[in-house]
């Protein structure tokens, strides 16, 4: 399969214990490893499995299948875990098997079906091999069982010069993922900041497109980078080369740590780029974004 640089997409492809098939960003893959033995903990979530030891670390693990509906396995030995680290969390998830990684191109990732509804657990539908395969959001699984709650996220202490920069600027979020995308905008409202959100990238350049002819254009663009169709890289190359909305500034975010994301990042014109979310590293982009603009 030919694919273009900018927009490869690599993905592990798994099974769960019904045998349905899924992928996983490989990126977001640290490693695979045969399930260990477990320590049960009391009083511990429905969906966590238990505990491991790796490399003389504690290791969540937590029960795929369970966590986004399915029947999971009673056997605590099948199957294998697939270790994945973000946003400063490493967990490991608990599936029947792992079957190869493949690469196909972001513009052949589809949104998920408009009635997949809000527990589809899934940021995106592809086709391998003429094979459906649905695409993990992992976010959502981590938040449904360890939600965010909006009264979690304190706002940073700013001085009343900061707090008057930021109070009212106009902000557009785009991310694929409901539940990144709402902890996005949580922080930056308890900011001050005048929010808008979509959950597409030409969502995005549609919306900056139509409020700069209206005269109330986008200040900054908040973007992840790993999304269906068209990727934070790519939407931040047509950001700059069309006209009216080329000079928007573009923070671009990833829950993965990678100089890699950094560097394509800044090269495809981004003017910032935050890896590991955070509430104090986003809002501190935000004041160094609206310092610039000002």
Request: charged letters at 20%; one cysteine or more; a neutral charge.
């Amino acid at each position: 399969m030919g694919v273009a640089l900018g927009d490869a997409l690599s993905l592990l492809l798994f099974r769960l214990h019904s045998g349905r098939l899924l992928g996983i960003n490989l990126l977001k893959v640290n490693e695979i490893i045969p399930c260990p033995t477990l320590t049960k903990l009391p009083n511990r979530h429905p969906h966590v499995r238990g505990v491991a030891t790796l490399r003389g670390a504690a290791l969540t693990v937590i029960d795929l299948a369970r966590a986004i509906g399915e029947r999971g396995s009673s056997d605590s030995q099948d199957g294998c875990l697939i270790v994945t680290e973000l946003s400063r969390s490493r967990q490991g998830l608990h599936v029947q098997s792992v079957e190869r990684i493949v690469q196909c191109s972001t513009r052949d990732v589809r949104p998920p079906p408009a009635g997949a509804g809000a527990k589809a657990f899934i940021t995106g539908v592809t086709q391998i091999d003429g094979a459906i395969v649905q695409i993990l959001d992992i976010e959502k699984v981590l938040h449904e069982i360890a939600p965010v709650h909006p009264d979690d996220v304190h706002a940073p202490l700013l001085s009343e010069a900061e707090r008057k920069l930021l109070s009212g600027r106009r902000v557009l979020v785009v991310d694929d993922s409901h539940v990144a995308l709402q902890q996005t905008l949580i922080t930056l409202r308890k900011l001050d900041l005048d929010c808008q959100a979509v959950r597409s990238a030409a969502s995005a350049l549609e919306l900056l497109q139509s409020q700069h002819a209206d005269g109330l254009p986008i200040e900054v663009l908040v973007s992840d980078i790993e999304m269906p169709e068209m990727d934070g890289y790519n939407l931040v190359r047509e950001i700059r080369r069309s006209a009216g909305i080329g000079q928007t500034y573009v923070l671009l975010h990833t829950s993965l740590d990678s100089t890699m994301n950094t560097e394509k990042a800044r090269s495809v014109g981004a003017n910032d780029v935050l890896t590991k979310f955070s509430t104090v590293d986003l809002s501190k982009a935000m004041l160094r974004a609206f310092q610039n603009l000002s």
